[in-house]
């Protein structure tokens, strides 16, 4: 079946070091891919998509590209600030649109 | 504004209670999910609706109840079957069901059993 994987955290990390935050996925077809952002006590909020091969999402400074050779979907920044702090998650929507699937999220922490 | 509204923001269940958790949208969306999140489990899927008087059963339905009489409302029914209920619960809806679509969340209601 469809699934996630990402990282798993927590990351730790001082304010403007580089980000990376791996994912990869599974899943037959084309799904289409979302970085999804949550802050302590809140729902999630979209942060960016991409919907085909090589696109790549951006948003707030973050970036990730979907590369079909490696089935993966990794989210980047150049230089987090403490107000990134959150949890993160990857997901797909594959062709059939059902509904979409999380991976289990990684937490991040930037220090000042 | 246009949102998904979660009700209550928190909530105390005694065992052997049924509860009900509301979820709204003014979003003008066909399709509703239901999610459930645990600590280090990511994101669940209870149940989902495609469009109105009719829902689908997720991945971990069993204990659960929805219905979907109004695009807008789409409540889930904690019953006394479920055997762990304290979770986090997300309410999404998203203007339809292709792959492109993404989804909007409420705010969330927390769930604890006392």
């Known amino acids: 079946g469809n699934s996630v994987t990402q990282m798993e955290g927590p990351v730790t990390l001082s304010e403007e070091a580089f980000l990376t935050i791996n994912c990869t996925y599974t899943?037959?077809?084309?799904?289409?891919l979302f970085w999804y952002v949550q802050y302590p006590g809140e729902g999630l909020q979209l942060l960016l998509k991409?919907?085909?091969?090589?696109d790549k999402g951006s948003n707030k400074g973050f970036e990730a590209t979907y590369r079909k050779e490696t089935t993966s979907f990794h989210l980047e920044k150049g230089s987090v600030q403490v107000s990134d702090s959150a949890v993160y998650f990857c997901a797909l929507k594959d062709q059939a649109g059902t509904a979409l699937i999380f991976g289990k999220g990684t937490t991040l922490s930037v220090s000042s | 504004d246009g949102g998904i509204t979660q009700s209550p923001k928190y909530l105390f269940r005694k065992e052997g209670q049924n509860v009900t958790l509301s979820c709204e949208q003014n979003l003008n969306h066909d399709a509703m999910y239901w999610y459930r999140q645990d600590p280090g489990q990511g994101l669940r899927l209870i149940y989902y609706s495609q469009i109105v008087n009719d829902f689908q059963k997720g991945d971990i339905a069993e204990g659960y109840s929805v219905s979907r009489e109004k695009k807008e409302s789409f409540p889930l029914t904690v019953t006394s079957a479920q055997k762990n209920p304290t979770a986090f619960y997300l309410c999404?809806?998203?203007?339809?069901?292709?792959?492109?679509?993404?989804?909007?969340f409420g705010q969330g209601t927390r769930l604890t059993v006392v």
């Open positions: 999404a809806s998203s203007i339809g069901q292709a792959r492109n679509t993404e989804a909007f």
């Open positions: 991409a919907t085909k091969a090589d």
């Open positions: 899943a037959t077809g084309y799904p289409s």
